[in-house]
């Protein structure tokens, strides 16, 4: 007999999701979100969530003590702009752009670069 009012159980994962981390609440919010849905069953079903800032959305993939690339690497360069008077050197900028031309595939540029310089 399957059970009709099942409880859902939602993780708000954005924040570790998206900037890592390791202290306590981190390391529960990481082990809730990737090992959660395992424990889903006849009487509840949990569910990890991301924050898109148009909705929620289910995570593809588990969620890490380390950040993203690309997230570590705009706050690299927001850090450079505020050290060096508010302003990105040129030079750093086509450093930057050049990486991005490296490791991502012609389709995913455009996003790195408009994500990295608004």
Same mark, same amino acid.
């Not at 505020?82 to 302003?87: F, I, K, L, P, T």
């Given at each position: 007999m399957a059970v009709k009012n099942k409880t859902r159980i $939602?993780?708000?994962c954005t924040q570790t999701f998206f900037h890592g981390g390791n202290s306590g609440i981190q390391r529960v919010v990481r082990n809730l979100a990737n090992?959660?849905?395992a #424990? @889903?069953?006849r009487d509840f079903d949990v569910y990890p969530?991301?924050?898109t800032g148009f909705g929620f959305i289910i995570p593809s993939r &588990?969620? &890490?003590i380390r950040p993203y690339f690309m997230i570590r690497l705009k706050k690299s360069v927001e850090s450079l702009v505020? @050290? @060096?008077?508010?302003?990105l050197p040129? #030079?750093?900028r086509r450093i930057i752009i050049r990486l991005v031309k490296l490791? $991502? @595939?012609p389709e995913q540029r455009k996003k790195c670069v408009t994500f990295l310089f608004p």
């Open positions: $939602f993780i708000e090992h959660g849905p #424990f @889903s069953g969530l991301l924050w &588990k969620v &890490k505020e @050290s @060096s008077g508010g302003y040129d #030079f750093c490791l $991502f @595939s």
